[in-house]
């Protein structure tokens, strides 16, 4: 179980107690957690979850693999810290994970 | 937004509980929405993803919970009354009234038809022996687990991406794989010989038998009446403990139609997914609708079109017309291959290749008139979200630079 917080492109926060084994994207989605497409539901084939990872947290959330890398080159806005938040698994080591919303989804 | 759409007398009722469904009500309420919205479905499920069906569902790696499109709070949250298991039998457009299976009838001062589609079913000898399967819905996919054990012989009917993708989970979890394709290569109603060739060879491979142009005539049972042989036509008897037909889809288009809407090859909807009747609506698998991309009429089998169709009927609904044209996109994943489509193949003249398949790693690029209208991308995502965006803005792009890996994608421009 790891406690992340979401803050939306306007700001808003939404703090969540998420299972280990999920995925970040679905910790919000479940949650209704607005800002987060998630169309093809995690296979890492829209690029529609993408989020921006605070710093101190970039090194714990783990590689981006090569076809995350390559989706992330092509989205909106992309910026130090973007990850896709489906390829993002969450566990114990995440407590405490901060990541923000971009303004749209590509 | 108008005034319209906040109407909080207004009773707006959802036909259907797939993707179309779950988006259509939640969309509502985003265009300000504020009156009764009643989502009825025919299964017992609340509306959740199929693509995991084939695939995680199907390998067990996901259960339940995690295919859901919403989870199911969000109902409540949203105030979305949801009758599952319940079937509609007849719309009276005069009345204004949804006729359901118990006899009850519910009424509505808007409705949308989310009804999407259902398996085609083969009308074969044996076709309803204990061990063969159909896969559309979570029961089907759970009804299928029970004897998907290593060892045990399937056979699939249909090299489509359903048969391909269960193929693949099937191999990997150590049953042995038989495919029947009544065409000449698998994958034949929706891309090219190259494409076909490609994953034709990833299965074989992998020991997947694929035979193609070769029907299905029957299937036998053995002395304890459950599935023992797939025959083909040409008699060949083919040992299986169960079978999987995936012959296609068909859009639900009945209810409409009885209705008196036009409803061919799909439901009649325009650009903003209206129907020829001003309260009813339609979005997903179920309509045929203009692509102005294309300049012709489509129906999309594909949950991009669901989830987008469903926003601009919701918005239509609420009073908001926002015209629906989007380049259309796919996935498949099969074994580790990640196959990413956007843009509709049919009528190509040239097809480009970039990359070599050897390395599991290219693109297909598909041409008419020298105007890009499609990508077939495996494990290649520049090419395929690149492609989206060319083939959305009509690009002429020279196939000799297409194919030269040494320009980047981002160049393509």
Known sequence: MAKITYIEHSGKIHEIEVENGLSVME???????????????????????????????????????????????????????????????????????????????? | MTDAATSPNETY??????????????????????????????????????????????????GLERVYFKPPDFYDAAKVETRLATRVT??????????????????????????????????????????????????????????FEPGKSLVIIGGGYIGLEVAAVATSHGLKVTVLEMESRVLK?????????????????????????TAIAAFESGSDGKLAFAVTADGEKIPADIALLGVGILPNTELAAEAGLEAQNGVR??????????????????????????????????????????????????GNLKAYDQVPWFWSDQYDLKLQIAGLSTGYDTVVQRGDPATNKFALFYLKDSVLIAVDAVNAAPEYMMGRRLIGDRAIIAPERLSDTSISMKEMV
């Not at chain 1, 829209?46 to 590689?63: D, F, I, L, M, N």
């Not at chain 2, 090219?192 to 142009?213: A, D, M, Q, Y």
């Open chain 1, 27 to 106: 910790g919000a989605v479940n949650n209704l957690v607005p800002g987060l497409d998630a169309d093809c539901g995690g296979a890492c084939a829209c690029a529609t979850c993408h989020c921006y990872v605070e710093p101190e947290w970039r090194a714990k959330t783990g590689e981006i693999g090569d076809m995350e890398e390559t989706m992330l080159d092509f989205a909106e806005a992309r910026q130090e810290g973007s990850r896709l938040s489906c390829q993002i698994k969450v566990s114990d080591e995440l407590d405490g994970l901060v990541v923000k919303l971009p303004e749209a989804q590509f």
């Open chain 2, 13 to 62: 009722v959802i036909v259907g509980a797939g993707h179309a469904a779950g988006q259509l009500a939640a969309s509502l309420r985003q265009e300000g929405f504020e009156g009764k919205i009643v989502l009825v479905g025919e299964e017992a499920q609340l509306p959740y993803q199929r693509p995991p069906l084939s695939k995680k569902y199907l390998s067990g790696e996901f």
């Open chain 2, 90 to 147: 007849r719309i009276d457009r005069d009345a204004k009234t949804l006729t359901l299976e118990s006899g009850d009838t519910l009424g509505y001062n808007k409705l949308a038809l989310t009804t999407g589609s259902r398996v085609r079913k083969l009308p074969i000898l044996g076709a309803d022996l204990a061990g063969t399967h159909y896969l559309r819905t979570v029961d089907d996919v759970d009804g299928m687990r029970s004897g």
């Open chain 2, 189 to 213: 109603r929706v891309t090219s010989p190259e494409l076909s060739g490609f994953f034709e060879e990833v299965h074989c491979t992998r020991g997947v038998e694929i035979k193609c142009k």
């Open chain 2, 269 to 318: 909807v325009d650009e903003f997914c209206r129907t020829a009747d001003p309260d009813i609506f339609a979005a997903g698998d179920c309509t045929d609708h203009p692509s102005a991309l294309y300049d012709r009429r489509i129906r999309l089998e594909s949950v991009h079109n669901a989830l987008e169709q469903a926003k601009t009927a919701a918005a239509a609904m609420c």
